[in-house]
């Protein structure tokens, strides 16, 4: 998958490519990553991007030119990339959408200030807007960043042999168990026995209860869509919980 990034901040995804599954799917050729400097598609001696709102108000607006004809020069390339804003306003980024995109062969994200992007962009130069949550960032790229690892996370070959983001998570739909490693005794806290002693499914069994019980306490919200067996919703009920009253 070919990545490109439009941005006037280059030099923010430097450091994050370098670390993590982004540098180890760079590296392994699984992905390729290109940031596009927006100035570089300005024409005037300022390389100006942005300018004051019609109609008044505070903070300032990117113009359209640049952004038109950057997105226009990556959309030539074969096959065209879906083309993607960053912007509160959009599409809540989850797993669905992430792995939606990870079969994509190109993609290119539009990072915008939060203050705005002349409204031409969104209706004749981009295909999609999306959000990474019900905050406001002062800038795309952060959000790009965030979108560009957990897209990357579901394109196969990514994580390593036997992890996969289709165990993660809210993709198997409830909150993962807990996990511990060594000491068995930390400042007097304590590994529960049952994952010291070596019997497998007794293992599988706490692991799905706590599982159940995290997403009850936490996320009940998430039990309405997970797939529960019959010894899951036993185990749910004795902590409380009522399908009907869920929500
Ligand atoms: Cl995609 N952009 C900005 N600027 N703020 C955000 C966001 C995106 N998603 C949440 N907050």
Redesign the pocket.
């Known amino acids: 998958m070919i990545i490109e990034v439009i941005t006037i901040f280059p030099d923010f995804f430097d450091s994050p490519l370098r670390a993590g599954v982004l540098r180890r799917a760079v590296d392994a050729g699984i992905i390729e990553f290109r940031t596009v400097n927006l100035r570089d598609y300005t024409s005037d001696r300022h390389r100006t991007t942005d300018d004051r709102p019609f109609g008044g108000g505070e903070g300032m607006v990117m113009i359209p030119e640049p952004i038109f004809k950057a997105v226009d020069d990556l959309r030539r390339a074969s096959p065209p990339p879906e083309v993607i804003m960053?912007?509160?306003r959009?599409e809540r980024l989850d797993n669905r959408i992430a792995r939606e995109l990870a079969n994509k062969k190109r993609l290119v994200f539009l990072c915008g200030r939060?203050e705005g992007i002349d409204e031409r962009v969104a209706s004749g130069c981009i295909d999609r807007e999306?959000?990474?949550?019900d905050?406001?960032?002062?800038?795309?790229e952060t959000?790009a960043l965030v979108a560009m690892e957990v897209i990357t996370r579901f394109i196969p070959g990514v994580l390593g042999c036997g992890t996969s983001a289709e165990n993660d998570s809210f993709t198997t739909g409830l909150i993962e168990h807990p996990q511990y490693t060594r000491p068995r005794e930390f400042r007097g806290m304590k590994v529960p026995d049952v994952l010291l002693n070596g019997n497998h499914r007794d293992i599988a069994t706490w692991r799905r209860q706590q599982s159940l019980r995290l997403t009850y306490e936490r996320r009940p919200d998430l039990l309405e869509k997970a797939e529960l067996d019959r010894d899951d919703m036993e185990f749910l009920k004795r902590l409380g919980y009522r399908p009907e009253a869920a929500g």
Do not use: F, R
Not at 130 to 133: A, C, E, K, P, T
Not at 135 to 140: C, F, I, T
């Open positions: 960053l912007t509160p959009g939060y999306l959000s990474i949550g905050y406001v960032l002062s800038g795309g959000a």
